[in-house]
T-cell receptor
Framework: AQSVTQLDSQVPVFEEAPVELRCNYS??????LFWYVQYPNQGLQLLLK??????LVKGINGFEAEFNKSQTSFHLRKPSVHISDTAEYFC?????????????FGTGTLLAVQP | ETGVTQTPRHLVMGMTNKKSLKCEQH?????MYWYKQSAKKPLELMFV???????ENNSVPSRFSPECPNSSHLFLHLHTLQPEDSALYLC???????????????FGPGTRLTVL
């Protein structure tokens, strides 16, 4: 079975500062990794995903994440945040070759950008 | 309409009521999903449909009954719910009928359900 841990439930940061949201996963098999964002009163939107190849993945809105297999991590980063980045961020994994495309989510991290 | 739409956006119901949630995807996808999002808990996958056939039932109580009449529509029929069923119910869709794990899931805005 797979599991995802997002240790930080909330991350406050000032506008234009850099931010890192942490994600660690546990799995006995190979996985694909995803970051989704949820803005208030909206559904989830894909930020980026790691399937294979380069371990540094670039996504929308200036976000990027790095897959570290040895540390089983997939941390999300942005060099300079904006007020509009305030949202909840979810890390997720799915088993490679799984039968049902089942996403396992973490509990989410609320990014609160302050002016 | 584009993307994935859900109706109603908000629903309040008593424990003896029967109601249905509706999801429609306008993306030409072949797989659809129901998720439950409760406060402080990870999103929980409830059901998966691929080409209108149910391929996953994630130990969901029988008071939740899904229906997928075609590849564009997904319903969640609710009856005799409990207060702990109050949550945001999210619908999603993805392209591939083979469910290879690489496909992006596209989410609707959700239905906020309150059970009194």
């Amino acid at each position: 079975a797979q599991s995802v841990t997002q240790l930080d439930s909330q991350v406050p940061v000032f506008e234009e500062a850099p931010v890192e949201l942490r994600c660690n996963y546990s799995s006995s098999v190979s996985v694909y990794l995803f970051w989704y964002v949820q803005y208030p009163n909206q559904g989830l939107q894909l930020l980026l995903k790691y399937l294979s190849g380069s371990t540094l993945v670039k996504g929308i809105n200036g976000f990027e994440a790095e897959f570290n297999k040895s540390q089983t991590s997939f941390h999300l980063r942005k060099p300079s945040v904006h007020i509009s980045d305030t949202a909840e961020y979810f890390c997720a994994v799915t088993r490679k070759g799984g039968a049902t495309n089942k996403l396992i989510f973490g509990t989410g991290t609320l990014l609160a950008v302050q002016p | 309409e584009t993307g994935v739409t859900q109706t109603p956006r908000h629903l309040v119901m008593g424990m003896t009521n029967k109601k249905s949630l509706k999801c429609e995807q306008h993306l030409g996808h072949n797989a659809m999903y129901w998720y439950k999002q409760s406060a402080k808990k990870p999103l929980e996958l409830m059901f998966v449909y691929s080409l209108e056939e149910r391929v996953e039932n994630n130990s969901v109580p029988s008071r939740f009954s899904p229906e997928c009449p075609n590849s564009s529509h997904l319903f969640l029929h609710l009856h005799t719910l409990q207060p702990e069923d109050s949550a945001l119910y999210l619908c999603a869709s993805s392209q591939a009928p083979g469910l290879a794990g690489t496909d992006t899931q596209y989410f609707g805005p959700g239905t906020r359900l309150t059970v009194l």
